[in-house]
């Protein structure tokens, strides 16, 4: 059993029950904290894909000489040993279904890394944050960027092969933090990006970006399928610029090949667009998913937005609407919460 982690290095550790505490028998494998690094706001390191499941700090990003430090050193080598030997000791077992199946996300040569270091966005969606986050300077601007500039020198140093995500809590396009990944990073050929994005400025920022050839999967959150709801749900966006970059994008990937997913919060404001929604997927030829909306405490009234809650006067209605485009739009794809409902 694990018994030298420092306490001040699992944050959130008693917010979730461990596997400490339910005792569960688990046969199943997972390798994340072999090949996954989420690193988080405040520079902190995570071998598992949510740091809520598994929220012991390696350290700090600024720590480490080398990239493969994360996953060496005798923090990352404890919970290493525990998994393999089946015990899942701090880990979120009925968070992860590590309990029902296998977590093998990333195949023996390849690593995944999270940069979650900025907040900054140019939109405030109500169902995201209450206002707008934008960090351009100060201290924190500048500790924040120091760590994003290591983090490349880190990345420019590391040959094995890896899936490199930002970002999950902003839009790395809006950040003058993540500038230095975007505009002097010059990956190499098996270091392929993720980009989670608004959309709105990606001609600004890609046009001249040596990371385009990489980027091979583009998440782009819009949860509107026109422009009056658009406007209304991602407040601080136009319709006409998203349109005019999905054009860009989508020349873009016919030379990268990239694949494209538009992401979809079902909420109050917008279940009745969700056939326009498909329609522009099909449109573009882009991919699309739609998800239950997540309770991020942006709202004091959370009920009142989730339609998907039996409770909530347009409940039938938005269910009829999701079953509607469930069983036209082939493109779509529904989270698991959805499905559950779907099929109950």
């Known amino acids: 059993m694990i018994k030298h982690i420092p306490i001040h290095q699992q944050f959130t550790y008693k917010s979730?029950?461990?596997?400490?505490?339910?005792?569960?028998?688990?046969?199943?494998?997972?390798?994340?904290?072999?090949?996954?690094?989420?690193?988080?706001?405040?520079?902190?390191?995570?071998?598992?894909?949510?740091?809520?499941?598994?929220?012991?700090?390696?350290?700090?990003?600024?720590?480490?000489?080398?990239?493969?430090?994360?996953?060496?050193?005798?923090i990352a080598q404890e919970i290493q040993?525990?998994?393999?030997?089946?015990?899942?000791?701090?880990?979120?077992?009925?968070?992860?279904?590590?309990?029902?199946?296998?977590?093998?996300?990333h195949t023996h040569d390849h690593y995944s890394i999270s940069i979650n270091i900025d907040e900054s966005c140019n939109l405030r969606c109500p169902s995201c944050r209450s206002g707008l986050i934008m960090l351009d300077s100060g201290p924190v601007f500048e500790e924040k960027l120091a760590r994003v500039k290591h983090l490349v020198n880190l990345l420019e140093e590391f040959d094995e092969p890896c899936q490199i995500i930002m970002s999950g809590n902003g839009d790395p396009l809006a950040s003058a933090i993540m500038r230095?990944?975007?505009?002097?990073?010059?990956?190499?050929?098996?270091?392929?990006?993720?980009l989670f994005t608004n959309g709105?400025?990606?001609?600004?920022?890609?046009?001249?970006?040596?990371?385009?050839?990489?980027?091979?999967?583009?998440?782009?959150?819009?949860?509107?399928?026109?422009?009056?709801?658009?406007?209304?749900?991602?407040?601080?966006?136009?319709?006409?610029?998203?349109?005019?970059?999905?054009?860009?994008?989508?020349?873009?990937?016919?030379?990268?090949?990239?694949?494209?997913?538009l992401t979809f919060v079902l909420q109050?404001?917008?279940?009745?667009?969700?056939?326009?929604?498909?329609?522009?997927?099909?449109?573009?030829?882009?991919?699309?998913?739609?998800?239950?909306?997540?309770?991020?405490?942006?709202?004091?009234?959370?009920d009142n937005h989730d339609v998907m809650d039996p409770g909530h006067p347009d409940h039938l209605l938005a269910l009829q609407a999701l079953r509607k485009v469930y069983n036209r739009e082939p493109r779509l794809q529904f989270n698991s919460s959805l499905e559950l409902i779907l099929k109950s």
């Open 180 to 194: 230095p990944l975007l505009h002097d990073f010059q990956p190499k050929p098996n270091q392929q990006f993720r």
């Open 268 to 302: 109050s404001d917008n279940w009745h667009d969700m056939e326009n929604f498909a329609d522009l997927c099909a449109e573009f030829g882009f991919d699309g998913v739609i998800n239950r909306l997540e309770n991020w405490g942006t709202w004091s009234d959370f």
């Open 81 to 105: 040993q525990d998994i393999q030997d089946k015990k899942y000791t701090h880990c979120a077992v009925d968070r992860c279904r590590i309990i029902d199946m296998d977590r093998v996300e």
């Open 16 to 74: 979730i029950p461990r596997n400490k505490q339910l005792g569960f028998e688990i046969a199943n494998h997972c390798n994340a904290p072999d090949r996954v690094l989420v690193v988080d706001w405040a520079g902190e390191c995570f071998i598992c894909s949510c740091e809520a499941w598994l929220p012991i700090s390696m350290g700090k990003i600024e720590q480490f000489e080398r990239l493969s430090d994360v996953w060496t050193n005798p």
């Open 200 to 261: 709105l400025l990606l001609i600004k920022q890609l046009e001249k970006s040596q990371i385009v050839p990489n980027i091979n999967q583009y998440f782009i959150s819009i949860d509107a399928g026109s422009a009056d709801v658009y406007e209304k749900v991602r407040l601080g966006g136009r319709w006409s610029v998203l349109i005019e970059n999905f054009k860009y994008l989508k020349s873009i990937i016919e030379q990268t090949k990239a694949s494209v997913l």
